[in-house]
């Protein structure tokens, strides 16, 4: 297992201002796959891969060829490859969101590429449209490098906890609507249905869930952390004991979490994530009533 120094300091208050408009560039992608794509079950169709390197969207289809875009946070560039070998180099530089937007649709445009995306960010407080918002234009560099990091040592610890599941589970994958890296494992069960929720929400939350994800902070929780949700969440869920000690209830979001330093500074960090995964979901599969003997890999 690594030590914490194999596991950076992410600070949210280091990097706010990239981290807002580096969410942004990343909706503007996501919103592109979303264009390009048909819809699969529970939005997976437009999540992005942890790669060696950064994010990428799935391969889209555009008439008779593919592409994929990729954010390189190791040569920082936005990369555009099609299926016939083309290829377009965006650079992820202190820019607005408006010019970030731009350039994208220019480089998409000529590679014979032209979506059309609703142009307003989502799940965000000041949702300024993407091709008029001049207000967000920076980025620094070694936060995102030390980002970067961070998802693939977590993706790593994801894949280990998915591995011990034999139900439907999701793959480990990146929200840009949210901005966090989760996997989420089903029960098998369909969920009562949200009547007043939005139709996003409805597709996402169809059946019974139990996720865990990382994610930076934001205004609500100002720090990176791990947490993990049950949904619908059964009658005592949030009494059940987590690990490790540190773990807590956060009864406005929703769900347990952990923060990443603690994780990190922890003697075993890696132990510490996967015992934090393993024994949320078991609080959510116990007190929801899931089939563990059918479901779990033993």
């Known amino acids: 297992m690594a030590n914490g120094s194999d596991w950076p300091a992410l600070p949210l208050d280091g990097w706010r201002d990239t981290n807002e408009t580096l969410h942004r560039w990343t909706q503007i992608v996501g919103k592109i796959a979303l264009g390009l794509t048909p819809r699969v079950n529970h939005w997976w169709n437009v999540t992005f891969s942890v790669t060696a390197r950064g994010l990428a969207t799935p391969l889209l289809p555009s008439g008779g060829r593919s592409l994929d875009m990729e954010f390189d946070f190791v040569d920082h560039v936005l990369r555009i490859r099609t299926t016939d070998g083309a290829a377009r180099a965006v650079p992820l530089a202190p820019k607005s969101v408006a010019a970030m937007h731009a350039e994208i649709f220019d480089a998409l445009a000529s590679l014979g590429v ?37 998802l693939a040592r977590t993706h790593a610890v994801f894949t280990e906890f998915r591995a011990g599941f034999l139900g439907k589970c999701s793959p480990v994958h990146f929200f840009w609507g949210t901005f966090d890296l989760a996997v989420t494992r089903f029960s098998g069960r369909p969920a009562p249905p949200r009547l007043d929720a939005d139709a996003i929400t409805r597709e996402a939350y169809s059946h019974e869930v139990a996720s865990v994800g990382f994610w930076p902070g934001d205004a609500r929780l100002a720090l990176p952390a791990f ?72």
């Open 114 to 150: 032209r979506p059309r995306i609703w142009n307003v960010p989502v799940e965000i407080d000041d949702p300024i449209r993407f091709d008029r918002d001049e207000a967000h234009r920076s980025y620094d560099r070694e936060p995102v490098e030390r980002f970067r990091r961070i």
């Open 227 to 298: 947490y993990s949700y049950a949904a619908p969440e059964p009658p005592g869920f949030r009494e059940a004991r987590v690990a490790p000690d540190a773990a807590y209830y956060h009864p406005e979001l929703g769900g347990f979490y952990l923060h990443y330093d603690a994780m990190r500074t922890a003697a075993d960090p890696e132990r510490t994530l996967l015992d934090f995964c393993r024994t949320a979901y078991e609080a959510a599969a116990n007190a929801g009533g899931w089939d563990r003997a059918a479901l779990e890999r033993r």
